[in-house]
T-cell receptor
């Protein structure tokens, strides 16, 4: 596609339920990133995928968070047993390769509200 | 951590004035990038400056980088109401993830 697509754009869930967020990167972009942004805060790195290499999961805040990516296409971020502190905008970005000099292309984000 | 910190946290100016935002970071970098975010959604890449560059221009944007002070500034000249947004600096070692700062919230009053 022309840009990075994320779905859903908004998600309201009850505390304790699982949620799955989806990201479609730009076609041909091998690198994909997930960030979290709490209200009024900066971006917090969660996880990074590059091609078929092992993902960098160093930013995942707990074992309730996991992410997958099939090849160089769609990625899903799963949050199990959601807590209120998980409420945030979850942003996905992609780049052509592992170099950062092209700058990130971001999706519009998924706004997650845990009630 | 390479995390940048923007200064000021918030800035309010009149349309037509210039807006200057600053970013400081902690470790050596390969490049520094500035992004804009409207309404808490996706960020838009504005400009990238490499560590061996001191100044870069793009339209009404001017970015400077001082690696000895580990700081950068973003100047928006002749601001417009449409420039109202949050602005983030982001640092990178050149590969893999980019680390974002805390952002400056700019309000341009018509």
């Amino acid at each position: 596609g022309a840009g990075v697509s994320q779905s859903p754009s908004n998600k309201v869930t009850e505390k304790g339920k699982d949620v799955e967020l989806r990201c479609d990167p730009i076609s041909g972009h091998t690198a994909l990133y997930w960030y979290r942004q709490r209200l009024g805060q900066g971006l917090e790195f969660l996880i990074y995928f590059q091609g078929n290499s092992a993902p960098d999961k160093s930013g995942l805040p707990s074992d309730r968070f996991s992410a997958e990516r099939t090849g160089e296409s769609v990625s899903t971020l799963t949050i199990q047993r959601t807590q209120q502190e998980d409420s945030a905008v979850y942003l996905c970005a992609s780049t052509p390769d592992s170099s950062t000099v092209a700058g990130y292309t971001f999706g519009s984000g998924t706004r997650l509200t845990v009630v | 951590s390479q995390q940048g910190e923007e200064d000021p946290q918030a800035l309010s100016i009149q349309e037509g004035e210039n807006a200057t935002m600053n970013c400081s970071y902690k470790t050596s970098i390969n490049n520094l990038q500035w992004y804009r975010q409207n309404s808490g959604r996706g960020l838009v890449h504005l400009i990238l400056i490499r560590s061996n560059e001191r100044e870069k221009h793009s339209g009404r944007l001017r970015v400077t980088l001082d690696t000895s002070k580990k700081s950068s500034s973003l100047l928006i000249t002749a601001s417009r109401a449409a420039d109202t947004a949050s602005y983030f600096c982001a640092t990178s070692g050149g590969y893999q993830k980019v680390t974002f700062g805390t952002g400056t919230k700019l309000q341009v009053i018509p």
